[in-house]
């Protein structure tokens, strides 16, 4: 998904603060399932629908970003010449310009979309070797890193392009120029960029690694000079919703795919080639579209639907989306992260950290991805630096409520649990979600 671009301010002032809401899918990691979501945030920055976020005079540009998670792509990258092109239409040399002049494009979007990894401290050789393979299976620290390069790479084209961007017209959302840049430390070094991360399910640990991640190439960076000069920006918050974060296999989920997924290791290839082989093959477009409908019980024509649809036919989906749930549920066990996350808030009276993020929870009482042991876990360990708010019911627009007494000093810790959200809220509860985030939002950037 490309970004999109908000100018939210009626301020004409030459204020260079520009805001990111950089959001990271669950798994299946397509960002086609979010699709409502992101549409609602960002029609919050305009005053319609989800919250009236555009009365936030601080914020000149805002720029909306999510992405599809590695090997969840339905499209094939290596793909060449484009559709259309020059040589396919046989209309000589303007043909073949028009033709090379998409190619670039397309290698554009590519380096948008897979940028080098070396710039995550932690990513492995291999990685970054084979950070554009279209057969590869990411596991869950290759996305991290994925994750991570992606943030970086966006941040130094917006840091380029922010003289163009701050004459944007507020007539709405635009879609982001997508030119490779370079040099990206030589021009508006005076940008301050700040970053809220949004993550659902997975992509809330993702969101977590990123910002640990963060704080490491900060060190790594101050104590050696042959790294690339640290890009100027900072991660303000941490949005996460229905969160699994922590000991992912003892939900009731996870009790069964556990071991099932460790000990039938050829379970995501077997899967893979039964959809590709069987039901790809030998059904239509549009009877397969039926079986999946009745199968999952999604409305016909929904974006639900019709992203389950685009996975389910994507090349390596279904074993991506199996391999990596088999990392998750080796992997998100006990809690893992130090001060660089939770910040030094833990009744031990140190002074706070001004760098670490607000954290903002929102678990669903009933979840069959976390188990109610670790959510109350959470509750008991992480409340106790913030506030925690239960809300009886489906409807209640919790997140709309001011902070108040002193209880949220930064970082802060907010801690929500609602009656009635679903665990793949996107499928069906994105009107709601919107109301929730848009409201966060709001309380962030009002006490910026």
Sequence with gaps: MPASLCDPSPSTSDARTLDLVFFITGNPGLIAYYHPFLAGVVQGFNGRDGGDLSDVSARPVVVVAGFSLGGFEVEDWTAAPLAGSGSERGQGARGVEEGEEQQRDREALRDLLFPDVAASPSASQTAKQDSRSVQRIYSLAEQVELCYARLENLLGRLRMQCDS?????????????????????????????????????????????????????????????????????????????????????????????????????????????????????FLSEAWFEVLVKRATGMQAASHGLVATVAFLRSRRGVCQALEMAKCELREIRKDSWGNEVWGIAAGDGAVVDQSNPSLFFWFARRDHWVADVTREEILSTRGGTGFIEKDDKIGDDAGKDELDDGRNKSPRIRIDETDGLMHAWCLTQSDLVVRRVNGWLRELWDQD
Excluded: M, W
Aim: charged content about 15%.
């Design 165 to 281: 961007l701050q004459g944007l017209s507020r007539s709405g959302p635009e879609t982001l120029n997508s030119q490779e840049t370079t040099n990206t430390s030589t021009r508006n070094t005076d940008i301050n960029l700040k970053v809220t991360l949004i993550g659902h399910s997975v992509g809330a640990y993702i969101a977590l690694e990123l910002v640990r991640l963060r704080h490491e190439y900060r060190q790594q960076a101050t104590a050696a000079d042959s790294l690339p000069k640290l890009a100027k920006y900072s991660i303000l918050s941490c949005i996460l919703l229905t969160p699994t974060i922590q000991d992912l296999h003892l939900s009731s989920s996870g009790r069964i795919a556990s071991p099932l997924l460790a000990f039938l290791p050829f379970l995501p290839s077997l899967a893979q080639g039964l959809v590709q082989n069987v039901l790809v093959k």
